[in-house]
């Protein structure tokens, strides 16, 4: 059979099981509205927890960024890619998390590339159900065993370990400390005391965590008390840029640059966005009200769907996600909230488990209250 044919074939499949994606195409920067098909739509869908994307700053020095370093790196970090752009990066990080740092081009490549570097055949990994799909991926490249415990389950990881253990030379426990699409958060602690009872390392992606939680949005292990030995955080999400990092010791950090195949075999971050860094982490780290508010936009959307009998999840932090089970009926929800002036995104498997595909809300800091108000009715206005 055709190549094409093929593929039209596995569309129609996709479509007739309603899990057929389309790009969605906005018509300026993402932010608390966003313009689309010729509207403004309030916009409930981005990562943007700051709403620092479109921040003027963050804009003026991507700019200045490009100005002095120029649009693109040439090459990988380890070639002739690294510019100062990139230390004063990683040395604007270190200063704020307090360890050292290496910058990946996204967190999906950092995952995949920090995971594969950790372990090798003959040891083990210990990985929630839930975690993000370049945790997996990593997983599969590492040709490490791979166990998977139940959603936030310690017990259930202790028990695996516990037949496991003795057979596996290295074992990485691997979270992610805020689930993407639930918005729940890992039992850092626990994670902390069962690595540390067996003797393995503890790895937590803070994707969703780093510049949200925290004092000064460092991060939900801060704030829960404890260190992994090795933290990823995103730059792409809360601090409005692109890009990710890894922050461990010193010599895991020169492990990973050395044999990170997603940091060795790639371009380098582009040097603007590097430049930028210090700007967003500056404006993370002073941005208590805004996290506050967040929290506050997220509790009043929470409570308002809650009461209009909406299955919601997760009870802290700006992900707010609404289970209604079916792909086909999300997508019609959807549709209805984009009518009213609402835009939310379906989120369909295999990004979630087959009968739980969801709206997934998320509130910035760049909203008004007014607009979660108008939200929550034109929720109201559906049931
Ligand atoms: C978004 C996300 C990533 C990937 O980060 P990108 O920079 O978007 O590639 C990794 N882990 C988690 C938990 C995420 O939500």
């Known amino acids: 059979m055709a190549l094409r044919d093929r593929a039209r074939e596995r569309l129609a499949a996709l479509e007739e099981a309603g899990l057929l994606r389309r790009l969605v195409e906005l018509e300026g920067p993402t932010g608390p509205r966003a313009q689309l098909g010729g509207r403004e739509l309030i916009g409930l869908a981005s990562n943007d927890y700051l709403g620092l994307a479109n921040h003027p700053e963050l804009i003026d020095a991507v700019r200045e960024g490009a100005a002095r370093w120029g649009a693109g790196a040439g090459a990988s970090r380890l070639v002739t890619g690294h510019m100062g752009a990139h230390r004063w990066a990683e040395e604007s990080l270190a200063g704020w998390l307090g360890r050292p740092m290496l910058l990946f081009g996204s967190g999906y490549a950092a995952n995949v590339g920090v995971v594969q570097t950790l372990v090798e055949e003959g040891d083990l990994v210990v990985s929630d159900a839930l975690n993000h799909a370049s945790i997996i991926d990593g997983c599969r490249l590492s040709r490490a065993r791979v166990v998977v415990f139940r959603h936030r389950d310690l017990a259930h990881a202790a028990e695996l370990l516990e037949t496991h253990r003795s057979s596996a030379r290295h074992v990485l426990v691997v979270s992610d400390a805020v689930f993407s699409m639930d918005g729940d958060q890992a039992d850092l602690p626990g994670l902390r005391a069962l690595a540390d009872r067996f003797d393995a390392t503890l790895m937590v992606d803070e994707a ?38 890894v922050c461990a010791d010193r010599e895991v950090i020169d492990l990973l640059t050395n044999r990170a195949r997603s940091f060795v075999f790639s371009t ?62 999300v997508l019609q929800i959807a549709g209805s909230l984009e009518e009213r002036g609402v835009l939310v995104r379906p989120i369909r498997p295999p990004t979630v488990p087959v009968g739980t595909a969801r709206l997934r809300l998320t509130v910035s800091a760049a909203h008004p209250m007014a607009d979660v108000e108008r939200a929550v009715g034109a929720f109201e206005a559906i049931r």
């Open 208 to 245: 969703h965590a780093i510049g949200v939680f925290g004092p000064e949005g460092r991060g939900a292990s801060v704030a829960a008390g404890i260190q992994p030995d090795v933290l990823v955080g995103t730059l792409g999400k809360a601090l409005g840029l692109s890009g990710a990092f």
């Open 268 to 329: 380098a971050i582009a040097p603007a966005v590097a430049a930028a860094v210090p700007v967003a982490v500056g404006l993370t780290r002073r941005a208590d009200a805004a996290r506050a508010h967040v929290e506050s936009l997220a509790r009043r959307l929470r409570t308002g769907l809650r009461a209009g009998g909406w299955a919601v999840g997760a009870d802290v932090g700006p992900i707010v996600p609404v289970v209604v089970g079916d792909g086909g009926r």
